[in-house]
T-cell receptor
Framework: EPEVTQTPSHQVTQMGQEVILRCVPISNHLYFYWYRQILGQKVEFLVSFYNNEISEKSEIFDDQFSVERPDGSNFTLKIRSTKLEDSAMYFC???????????FGAGTRLSVL | KQEVTQIPAALSVPEGENLVLNCSFTDSAIYNLQWFRQDPGKGLTSLLLIQSSQREQTSGRLNASLDKSSGRSTLYIAASQPGDSATYLCAVHTPTYKYIFGTGTRLKVLA
């Protein structure tokens, strides 16, 4: 069964460093998403991406964040200068359409020290 | 502001019991509502998606209903099994607030 894969599973970084989280969505999906979940808190939407541009984003997704689809398979989330409060589990998801079921990856745990 | 609330926060039931999980939302202007399960340390698995024009969706032992006017959805699980133990999340997709998740119901089904 097709699945969304995320790498790495755990990323440790120093405050102020840039990190790139990587995702390979399901191959025929057109919509891509990033979410985060701070330990013990709700899942929060960050951004959705369609046709090589951002289609929706939340207030959390500020200038420190960016997304890219550098090739036909990868979808990345970049955090330019990490803060302690960026420590969270980051989930990537993909779907066929904007109002269709989203399939999630297993997540990348980001620890900012 | 869209708020999504799930009750109960935690639930422990014996195997075989039928159970209902509740989700309420404050703004009825939604595109759809989705129910997920989340296993510890893992991603989310979509269980059911109800479009705003629909009243319910069924998949196997799961049935989800949506009453948009009252801002409520329920997830009914029939004949619960220990493998159903997980955290269940509901999420609404809205034009204004995008995707808003509830805090979840942590379910434990005892063998």
């Amino acid at each position: 069964e097709p699945e969304v894969t995320q790498t790495p599973s755990h990323q440790v970084t120093q405050m102020g460093q840039e990190v790139i989280l990587r995702c390979v969505p399901i191959s025929n999906h057109l919509y891509f998403y990033w979410y985060r979940q701070i330990l013990g808190q709700k899942v929060e939407f960050l951004v959705s991406f369609y046709n090589n541009e951002i289609s929706e984003k939340s207030e959390i997704f500020d200038d420190q964040f960016s997304v890219e689809r550098p090739d036909g398979s990868n979808f990345t989330l970049k955090i330019r200068s990490t803060k302690l409060e960026d420590s969270a589990m980051y989930f990537c998801a993909s779907s066929d359409g904007q109002v269709d079921i989203q399939y999630f990856g297993a997540g990348t745990r980001l620890s900012v020290l | 502001k869209q708020e999504v609330t799930q009750i109960p926060a935690a639930l422990s039931v014996p195997e075989g019991e039928n159970l209902v999980l509740n989700c309420s939302f404050t703004d009825s202007a939604i595109y759809n509502l989705q129910w997920f399960r989340q296993d510890p340390g893992k991603g989310l698995t979509s269980l059911l998606l109800i479009q705003s024009s629909q009243r319910e969706q069924t998949s196997g032992r799961l049935n989800a209903s949506l009453d948009k006017s009252s801002g409520r959805s329920t997830l009914y699980i029939a004949a619960s099994q220990p493998g159903d133990s997980a955290t269940y999340l509901c999420a609404v997709h809205t034009p204004t607030y995008k995707y808003i998740f509830g805090t979840g119901t942590r379910l434990k089904v005892l063998a």
